[in-house]
């Protein structure tokens, strides 16, 4: 089996697959795009019986640099969190998703 999307691919057949992330030139960089084309591979992945081991790897040097903030220049943070908020909500908010410790932003 093998699935092509536009920044991933599924490889392999039977019960061991590869998930290849496939943005080489950005270094696998996160954008909306992978994120959907991961999320629809996991979904035919988790769908197909014969799956046991999904081995996540890359094409190019890196796994991935991190989310791709390009498509984000120029655009403040008002317009990307609600024009309401505050820098202290985007900090709840990455609290939220667990992307920040908690013990590192005290108000002590």
Do not use: Y
Not at 100 to 107: E, I
């Amino acid at each position: 089996m093998s699935s092509e999307f536009e920044t991933a691919r599924v490889d392999g057949d039977g019960p061991v697959r590869h998930l290849v992330l496939n943005r080489p030139e950005v270094h696998n960089a996160v954008d909306s795009q992978m994120i959907a084309d991961v999320h629809a591979a996991c979904l035919a992945l988790d769908a197909d019986p014969s799956v046991r081991v999904v081995i996540v790897r890359c094409e190019g040097k890196s796994l991935s640099s991190g989310a791709d903030l390009k498509p984000r220049r120029g655009t403040s943070l008002d317009a990307m969190l609600g024009s309401k908020a505050s820098p202290r909500t985007a900090v709840h908010r990455c609290f939220d998703r667990g992307d920040l410790d908690a013990r590192a932003w005290s108000d002590d």
